[in-house]
């Protein structure tokens, strides 16, 4: 059975940051894009950033870069976002969210519970 | 960017009752498109991808159609379970995109 599994979720001040991970399992992590996504309160879904199954390639939304690094690590099923330099509009949960192509430009076939990040002082 | 329209932003239907929901392109995705159906407190859930192609173990009342600009996802037959935010997402350009959602609500 894939898992996908956030961590790393709670409150920040403006301009601190925070890193986010999720723990993969039930599938081979290696070979799979990977990808994060928000939701802010009560709004609709946003893609924020992808890396492919090899880190080869790495891609962000506008809204997030320059602030945000998106990473993983193969050998221990694990993708990781730091985000830095935060706002109150990134308030929102953030989705793991596996890929359903190995070249980018995926489809979310597989979705983690999602982490709560909120920033305020 | 590519903006994705959703149209109704609610839809108040009973169990039994056809569901269509719109999702237009700002430009074309050709066929790159995807369903989404997200529950309160609950991730999304993958229902169709390539505009048609229902997902595995999607029933058989979720039919999705169009290219190009215009698309739409059809729910035969609402359930109870069905009651729901249903998104688009395209896949055709950088950045990946979703509309912004249509909720089928219980009349």
Redesign the interface.
Known sequence: EVQLVESGGGLVKPGGSLRLSCAASGFTFSNYNMNWVRQAPGKGLEWVSCISAGSGYIYYADSVKGRFTISRENAKNSLYLQMSSLRAEDTAVYFCARGTSTYGLDYFDYWGQGALVTVSS | EIVLTQSPATLSLSPGERATLSCRASQSVSS?L?W?Q?KPDQ????LI?DASIR?TGIPARFSGSGSGTDFTLTISSLEPEDFAVY?C?Q???????????TKVEIK
């Open positions: 790159y995807a989404y997200q991730a999304p859930r993958l991808s997902a998104y997402q896949r055709n350009n950088w950045p990946l995109t979703f509309g912004g959602g």
